[in-house]
């Protein structure tokens, strides 16, 4: 099924005519774009970048001093703030009566926040990353689902480093994509460098060839394969392109890696440096003479993103698993399903959601930071179990745990993991957390509901077997 179907579907997001290309994301929505945006913040600290907060809106001078105002200003919004009405009234704070403008990337305030303090080599690199909401304004008829919007966020970084650091931070960044995406099982991806366009770019010719040598240098080193594409770099420079394929066959560029010679100049940016000469010309030296030479060199800044925009991304995803999500990533993980109305089961099944659901929820309140939760739900409901099991598996739950009277008295639960989407990773989790599991003593479980569950454990395994499920990301 098409994203924007299953979206509906499984009460993943909405859209609405009173705001084209604007999804709403409904609470199971909102569950996974946190959760993309959690797994990416948990590796931030292996790779040494940190993340950032900026504003949404800008004065046109900003957008006019990084380039965007004259290159991208037809695909921006535009915001006339109180007071600006086009006149210079002397009486105005300056830049006052300017019209603003919807951000449609990050850089210049991250330029911002690294003009901010004074630098010096032994900083940089300085990594950031920004999950803010960005603008675009898209024409309608380009409109589409998740995959094309107007408005929407992007893990977006920029890396500011010394000219002889750019090989080694895209080196990274390439490294840090390969991991990502061999989380999510998306299968082969392509490289596409993409070159100096024709017109409407800003710079000089050599600078551009310069950042387009040090691209294909990375690349090299990083002994992938890739494809170049002249002319389709963005107007500040060259950059190379991961593109995905959906399941109808269709091309998508997810994440970016740009280098960028343009803005660091446009917003005088610098550091201080021995050796400044060399230090240009990414040259490393020990000559004691040079190095007591101390002077200003301009950062390199690279403009990368690895999920690109989060709402195309979870586009291709929701293709990809069809609803089945991997547990770790799953805002329906487990539902437990009551077997007739006695007030001990319920008790018993509510007492066990809590538990699952927030596994160290009692010895902390409030609830350590750190601790782990789950999205355990319940169905308390007077139907019968058939029709229960049946409800779950349509709403794709991963795991479905049954409880009745036996179950109250030996203290166990029958669970099954229809909707895991790796049924043969996760019975080696199961095994993993309880030798056995798919032997002939489980045969039990399988007698006691039609279609029931495959499983018996206690709820201290069950707990188990659902960290062990996310710290394997299946």
């Not at 920004?130 to 675009?136: E, N």
């Amino acid at each position: 099924m098409d994203h924007r179907s299953l979206g509906t579907a499984l009460s993943l997001f909405i859209t609405h005519p009173s705001s084209p290309g604007s999804p709403l994301f409904l609470p199971e929505g909102t569950h996974i774009v946190q959760k993309l945006q959690d797994f990416l913040r948990a590796q931030y600290l292996m790779f040494g970048i940190q993340e950032v907060i900026t504003p949404v809106i800008y004065k046109e001078s900003l957008w006019a001093r990084s380039g965007h105002w004259e290159n991208y200003k037809d695909d921006m919004f535009t915001v006339t703030g109180r007071g600006a009405e086009g006149s210079k009234d002397p009486k105005l704070e300056i830049g006052e009566d300017e019209q603003y403008g919807l951000k449609p990337m990050n850089c210049p305030g991250h330029c911002l926040m690294f003009q901010s303090q004074k630098r010096s080599y032994r900083d940089l690199p300085i990594r950031y990353a920004d999950f803010s909401p960005l603008h675009r304004n898209e024409i309608s008829g380009s409109l589409s689902g998740l995959t094309r919007l107007r408005r929407f966020h992007q893990d977006d970084g920029h890396i500011f480093c010394r000219p002889g650091q750019v090989e080694q931070e895209i080196k990274a960044t390439l490294d840090f994509v390969k991991m990502v995406y061999r989380v999510f099982d998306l299968g082969s991806y392509r490289l596409v460098l993409s070159t100096r366009p024709e017109t409407g770019f800003i710079g000089k010719e050599e600078e551009w060839n310069r950042a387009e040598e040090q691209l294909k240098e990375a690349l090299k080193s990083s002994k992938v394969n890739f494809e170049t594409n002249e002319g389709d770099g963005a107007f500040y420079g060259p950059k190379i392109d991961i593109v995905l394929t959906d399941s109808n066959g269709k091309e998508h560029q997810t994440a970016t890696i740009q280098l960028d010679f343009q803005l660091p100049q446009r917003f005088g940016l610098q550091y201080h440096s021995p050796a400044p000469e060399h230090e240009t010309q990414g040259i490393s030296t020990t000559d004691a003479k040079l190095m007591s030479q101390v002077g200003m060199v301009t950062p390199v800044i690279i403009h990368r993103a690895i999920l690109g925009s989060l709402e195309r991304f979870l586009a291709l995803l929701i293709e990809r698993y069809q609803g089945h999500w991997p547990f770790w990533l799953s805002p329906r993980q487990l539902i437990i399903l009551t077997v007739g109305d006695d007030p001990q089961v319920n008790k018993h099944a509510m007492e066990t959601a809590r538990k699952l659901a927030t596994p160290h929820f009692l010895q902390h309140i409030p609830r350590n930071l750190e601790s782990r939760s789950f999205a355990v739900h319940t169905d308390f409901s007077d139907r019968s179990i058939a029709k229960k099991l049946l409800d779950a598996r349509k709403k794709r739950y991963n795991l479905i745990c049954i409880i009745g009277k036996k179950n109250v008295e030996c203290r166990t639960l029958d669970l099954s993991f229809y909707g895991q989407s790796n049924s043969t990773e996760s019975w080696k989790a199961i095994e993993e957390v309880q030798p056995g599991s798919s032997g002939p003593v489980q045969e039990l479980a399988k007698n006691n509901h039609r279609n029931a569950p495959n499983v018996r454990m206690t709820r201290a395994k069950c707990s188990e077997l659902m960290s062990y499920l996310c710290e394997k990301w299946l």
